[in-house]
């Protein structure tokens, strides 16, 4: 049995939040190491790994070798699958307009739990979850060799208020090391300010709202 890599300290993060009671839909799996690892540790009973390209999806395949429980199939994001009820869909390391992409064409109706991890472009993210009534259930800032990394599980949501609201503005900011957070609030505000330059004369109202709140937690937290 070939040996199980240890999870990266993001990954760990997205494991953390998995759940037994529901089958693990990992698009984008590069080399399949979460659901890999979820399912030789007993943290999930069912997974499939998804990946457009071949090459990545071959190497998963040996990766898990012996280890039952996860399929592999080949799809640009939903395209060409099909997920049982009550899934968890996880997408890692893509930016934000990617994994709107691909949830344009989510099977809504399937998903229990999104667990995201964009590497740039987040506000899209948000925007798009907004729209179809998801809330934020969980966040987490980690920093990776000397990047941080956002990682936040949604949830659908009855109150459209906790669908439109930053995870930042209440007590998730609270529950993280405060240290951390700021950090990363910083850096991501720099980003944002960024994206208005570059945008003159658009309003960009996800940013917009997004800078807000940020500013509004690095003042009160100063």
Known sequence: MPVIKNLSTRLSILASWLSRDSCLIDIGCDHAWLPIWALSHGKITRAIAVDKAKEPLA???????????????????????????????????????SICKILEKAPWENIKTLLLQPNRDAHYVRQLLQQKGWGTAAAHVCNEKDRYFLS????????????????????????????????????????????????????????????LAIQSILIRCS
């Not at 070798?65 to 699958?81: K, R």
């Not at 899934?87 to 307009?97: F, L, Y």
């Not at 995870?167 to 991501?188: N, T, V, Y």
Request: charged letters at 20%; zero cysteines; hydrophobic letters at 40%.
């Open 59 to 97: 190497l998963a395949k040996r990766h898990a070798a012996d280890i039952e429980g996860i399929s592999f199939v080949q799809s640009d994001g939903f395209a060409n699958l099909q997920i049982p009820p009550q899934s968890t869909v996880s997408i890692a390391g893509m930016g934000g307009k």
């Open 152 to 211: 936040w599980k949604a949830t659908r949501s009855d109150n459209p208020w906790v669908g439109g609201r930053w995870h930042w503005e209440d007590e998730w900011f609270l529950e993280h090391p405060q240290q951390q957070w700021r950090a990363w609030l910083s850096q991501r505000l720099e980003q944002l300010l960024g994206i208005e330059a570059a945008n003159l004369g658009v309003h960009l109202s996800a940013v917009h709202k997004e800078k």
